[in-house]
Structures are given as C-alpha cells and as structure tokens.
C-alpha cells in the first residue's frame, strides 16, 4: 500500500497519492467497480455535453477514472499528481509504452484492452500521446506534478475543472477550493460524501479504518452548504447536482453482484431518494458572471422600468406579432402586466386588458389601452374582452393575499384559465395562449437544480392552484386545438416591485437576522427579462405547448443576496441565524386569525419559505429552445434594484 508520507513530504496535501494505489483502484475492481464508474462518468459528460472540446483540468485524477473517458470524448485533459507515482493510472492514455498494469513493466500496446485491476475501462486505442510541453490537444491527456494548493497555471487558464476523490481527504481543503476556482474560468464540478445520507456513519467507520491501516490521511463529511459557502466566497454558484449512490459504496463492494446493486440503486433513483440522499454527491459550480446592465453603480435609475421603456432605454425583443394585432393582458395593473402591456403597446399592438374595478389605472394612463372592467374570472367580463384577440397573456394572479379564502385562490387562478381558454377557441384566428404560472408548483427542490420534469409539490394555496391551472390547461389542450405556452418564472424582480424590499432593508442593517442557515438557494428572474421572453414565446414556433423555467442561468443563495445588496449600500453586517420552527408554528396561528378577522397576516408560511426552502432550477431549455440569454445577471439586477430603492427614499447609502 501506498502512503503519502513514505512518498513525498514536498507538498503540504499529498492525499491523491493514496488514490493513485493499487490499493484504491482495487475498490473499482470488476463488474460492481465498473458500474459505479460508469455513474460517474455519465454524470460528469452530462455536465459538459453543452461545452465539447474545452480545456479540462483534472486536480488529483491520478486515479484515472475521469481521464479515460474525457479523452475518448476528444477533451483536452491535463492532469495534475503530487507525485511522479501518480501517473501510472493513466500511463496507457498516452499511449507511450509507460507501465499501465499494477506491478507490471509491460507496455499496453494499441488496441489492447486494459485489465479491470488496473482500475482502467477498456479501449484506449483512439487516445493519443501529449507531450510534455504545452497544452493537451484535443483528446489527449497530459500528466504534471504540482502542489495542488498552487496549482502552476495563470488564473483561468482551463474552461472546466474536475477534482474527484480528493476535497474529503484534503485537510486544507478550503484552500484546495480556492486554487480549483481560480484557474477555472467557466466552471468546477466536484465530488463529495454528504452528511445527509447513510454515509453519516463514515466517519466513525473510517477513524477505524485508519488506526488499523496506519492511515494518515484526513476524511470530512460535507452539508451541501459548507460546499456551495465555500465556492460562493470565490464567486461560484451551484449548477447541476446528483448523488450518486443511495446505498453506501461498500455495502454494493461487499455483495459483489452489480445485477442487484444496479437493480435496487435504480429503484431508490426512481423513488427520489438518490436525488435527496445520494452520496457521494457530484455538484457543478459555475463561474457568477458580472454582465453589463443597464445603469452604473454611479446613475439613478428611471422611477420605473415603465418610465425607463418611455425613454428608450429598455428595447424588447424583436415582436414578431404584425402591428396592429389585437392582444389581450390579464394583470396590466400589477409589475410585471404594466410593464408587458407597455413593450406591447409600443409594439404597434392593439392591446386589451381586464382590471378590477378597484384598480388603479394611473400608471397607464398615457397608453391607449381599451380597458375591460371586472373580474378575470367573471364569464361577461372575459367573453367581451376576447372577442377578436389571437394573443392572451394571462398573468393575473392572487398574489400575497393570505387574508382571502382558499375559493378566491381558485377563481382567480383555475376558472379564470378555464373561461379565457374556452373563449380563445370562438376566435378562428387564434395564436397562442401564453400562460404565466410560477416555479412554485415544484415546492421545495429536494436536489437541486431542477427543470421542467421535476414533479410538482406544491405548498401552499397559490401553488396548488396554480399548478391546477397548468394541469387543466394542458388536458384542455390535447383535446382541443389550442395553441399554449406556459411560463414558470423564478421570483420576480426590478425597479418598480416593493415584494424584495423587506429583505433589501435588513441587509441594510448592522445586523442581520435569517431564518435557517442563510445558504438556500434561490433563484431570480429580472421583470426586463421575463416580458421579452412572453413575447417571444408568443410567436416563437418551438414555444407551442411548451413549458419553460423563466430564470438567471445562475441562483444565489439569500446569504449572497444580503451581500451584494450591503455592499452596494456601504454596509456591513453581522449574521445571526434564528430556527425556522417556531416561526412556521406562529405563521400558522398567525393565518388563521387573521383569515377569520379578514386582515393580512404580518407573517405566513409563504413569506417564511422564502428563508427556508431551496428553489434553484435549470434555464438550459428557455436558452436552448428559445435561444434566448437574459441581460440581467444576479448581481446586476440586485444593485440596480438597490440603486431604485435609494432613489425613493427606502434605503439609504451608508457614507
């Protein structure tokens, strides 16, 4: 057996010497071995199916067990070893004549399958030989010896960076975390045992282990969010995730039948307990990237984005519907319908809307909208405001009114779809159906990111009956031939929306209070953003009955959020952590007094979910689909929402 400390004291982290070992390749030995590899391997090709041929860096992959794959994919890979021994895994990628089998001085010739000991899959031939000096070509690998808490590339210098196997054993390893995000420049996929698994027994099992074997080598069980804080310090956000096993590794070793192990993994993958409690688990972290938008740090935004759309300075995307086309918007009064209705209206559309009669139309008076006063869900009301539309855009929602009955949920969300579908099929010349639901059907994402298969949990009245409405929608449309898309945006954002200003004004404390741990994750949608993709879905012909997650390619964590916001204002805060239990426990009472005295409640589980549960999603669709990238990152939305906030008096900069 191999031991770092009997190999080289060079480096201050030697940990993936141990998995280089004979030892350790002989755990992935066999059928049961080759299986669990092969869960790795299509995880992490999955990860970067959308990214062929870039530059990839294997931090501690001695092993061999990623190199193998990415160069048949024709990845340049460059692996980095603490030590020469580390090599001998992968000797066969290069094709040079090294030793590729355990104890053995023959050469693999091209061609020749390697032997399951060795810890390597077979058919190797098409691997090419990289030389020493200079990057890995397409396909190749190449092999260096390096320190891996200074690693010797300049920062950015590999588009994705792998480390497997090694953040668990790493003493140091939130500086490891730092040097693997400092060359990457667009992203690092990482693998490690979670605590929120059965592997939680490890660590004990594992001191054992290392008494027994004189084993020197650190062992650390993670919560996903020590993981996601620590790359959040450098910059990085959690993409995709996957557990791996649900079972613990050794138990499958143990029964040496990779027919049963693969059999009973593949029902708990169905059942969603390897998604929930998988381990180890595989995660991809993308660089934050800060885009340009639209006003500096130094400007003051417009009042609104409606003014800021009257002065020219947002543009929506180019409106395929002929000018002149007679459209309808339900929720023209609320944020995002004033601002749709608006980029409508500018577009040359004759654009209709529904409005209570208790609503406030001042903030649209300058646009010839033809306003049809009353209910969404009344039959009178809808039948007279379709009449010769070939668009709706139905956006009207019950939103944050706890005080009213379940029924009010019902009618404004359910019956309100089911008239406005019906009348939209009396009109032979009707387009499409864009109907705006919300990301809150899934509930709490138990692993995060999730797209559009992801079931729907619901949690509330307003998800459930929103996710009613989505179901009823797309049974109506199968039997009837009308033309849909459904929207599901993230949180809602921008100038103009007071629903995130709670949250700005205590990050603008001296301290901060959260519900939970601070690290869960959210994702956001700028209101700029979210109406130019209506639009496009309403004409765009691969949006016809389709869903799509409406969100920044990247989420934020509330701690992140807090940050960026202060920082914009000149603060610094101090977080306290409050339990989330008592506080659910009171929303509870909290609602149902304030439900019977007709009030809205101060607290209610909804807004205490915005502390509590994660909701991170994958936009690939929407881009892939619709082709369509958002202008707004996180961070610029954030600060020029901070800066709009300042400019009415709601918060203040700290000098």
């Known amino acids: 057996m191999v031991s770092p400390h009997n190999i080289s004291d060079k480096f201050p982290e030697t940990a993936d010497i141990e998995t280089a070992s004979d030892d350790y390749a002989g755990r992935f030995a066999g059928a049961v071995g080759a299986w669990m590899l092969k869960i790795q391997e299509v995880a992490v090709l999955d990860l970067l199916q959308d990214h062929p041929g870039v530059a990839v860096l294997d931090v501690g992959g001695g092993h061999g067990q990623l190199a193998v794959p990415l160069c048949r994919e024709k990845y340049p890979v460059t692996v980095v070893g603490s030590a020469e021994i580390c090599r001998r895994r992968i000797a066969a990628l290069v094709d040079a004549g090294l030793p590729a089998r355990p104890g053995s001085a023959e050469a693999l010739r091209p061609g020749e399958s390697a032997p399951a000991k060795a810890g390597l899959p077979a058919d190797l031939s098409a691997i090419a030989l990289a030389k020493e000096e200079g990057p890995a070509q397409a396909g190749q690998c190449r092999f260096q010896v390096a320190d891996v808490l200074k690693l010797p590339f300049a920062d950015r210098s590999f588009d994705t960076v792998l480390c497997f196997r090694l953040v668990t054993h790493c003493a140091r390893w939130e500086e490891l975390i730092g040097e693997l995000c400092r060359v990457a420049a667009r992203a690092v996929i990482v693998d490690y045992p979670t605590s929120q698994s059965l592997n939680c027994v490890a660590p004990r099992l594992f001191g054992a282990k290392k008494k027994l074997e004189g084993n020197?080598?650190?062992?650390?069980?993670?919560?996903?969010?020590?993981?996601?804080?620590?790359?959040?310090r450098h910059s990085f956000v959690p993409g995709r995730r996957s557990g791996q096993f649900c079972l613990p590794m050794v138990l499958h070793r143990r029964l040496k039948c990779r027919l049963l192990s693969a059999a009973v993994e593949g029902l708990l993958r169905q059942a969603g307990l390897v998604r929930r409690w998988g381990s180890p688990v595989i995660l991809e972290l993308r660089r934050r990237e800060t885009a340009t938008f639209a006003y500096p740090r130094s400007a003051s935004p417009p009042a609104t984005l409606c003014v800021a759309l009257r002065a020219g300075e947002l543009s929506p995307p180019p409106c395929e519907i002929p000018a002149g086309t007679r459209v309808l918007v339900t929720g023209a009064t609320g944020f995002t319908g004033a601002l749709l209705a608006r980029k409508l209206v500018r577009s040359g559309l004759e654009v209709h809307a529904i409005a209570r009669a208790s609503s406030n139309l001042e903030a649209l008076r300058d646009l010839p909208i033809r306003w049809h006063r009353g209910n969404v869900f009344d039959e009178a009301v809808v039948a007279e405001a379709t009449q010769g539309v070939d668009y709706i855009f139905h956006v009207a929602a019950a939103y944050r009114e706890a005080r009213h009955a379940d029924a009010m949920y019902a009618q404004v969300h359910v019956l309100s779809t089911q008239l406005l579908a019906r009348a939209a099929l009396k009109n032979p010349a009707f387009k499409r159906f864009v109907h705006v639901s919300t990301v809150g059907v899934h509930g709490h994402i138990a692993n995060p990111p999730a797209d559009e298969l992801y079931s729907m949990h619901p949690g509330d009245i307003y998800q459930q009956t929103k996710a009613d409405a989505e179901l009823w929608l797309r049974d109506f449309a199968q039997k009837k031939p009308l033309p849909y898309t459904v929207i599901r945006p993230a949180a809602i954002y921008g100038p103009g929306d007071k629903?995130?200003?709670?949250?700005?004004?205590?990050?603008?404390r001296r301290v901060l209070f959260l519900l939970g741990h601070g690290q869960c994750l959210y994702h956001l949608i700028h209101v700029d953003d979210l109406t130019n993709i209506m639009i496009l879905a309403a004409t765009h012909p691969a949006a016809r009955d389709e869903i799509f997650i409406c969100g920044n390619p990247d989420c934020v964590t509330l701690d992140q959020m807090a940050r960026i916001v202060a920082g914009e204002l000149g603060n610094r805060f101090r977080l306290v952590r409050l339990p989330a239990f008592p506080f659910f426990l009171a929303a509870d009472v909290?609602?149902?007094?304030?439900?019977?005295?007709?009030?809205?409640?101060p607290i209610h589980r909804?807004?205490?979910?915005?502390?509590?549960?994660?909701?991170s999603f994958n936009t690939r669709k929407l881009r892939e689909k619709l082709g369509y990238q958002v202008r707004y990152s996180n961070e610029a939305g954030l600060i020029q929402t901070t800066a709009w906030y300042c400019e009415q008096g709601w918060l203040k900069r700290r000098v």
Not at 216 to 232: K, S
């Open 499 to 508: 629903r995130l200003l709670k949250f700005f004004r205590m990050a603008a």
């Open 606 to 615: 909804r807004r205490l979910a915005f502390f509590t549960k994660d909701r």
């Open 216 to 232: 020197t080598r650190a062992f650390r069980l993670f919560r996903h969010e020590e993981i996601v804080g620590a790359f959040a």
């Open 590 to 601: 909290c609602e149902w007094v304030c439900r019977k005295l007709g009030v809205e409640p």
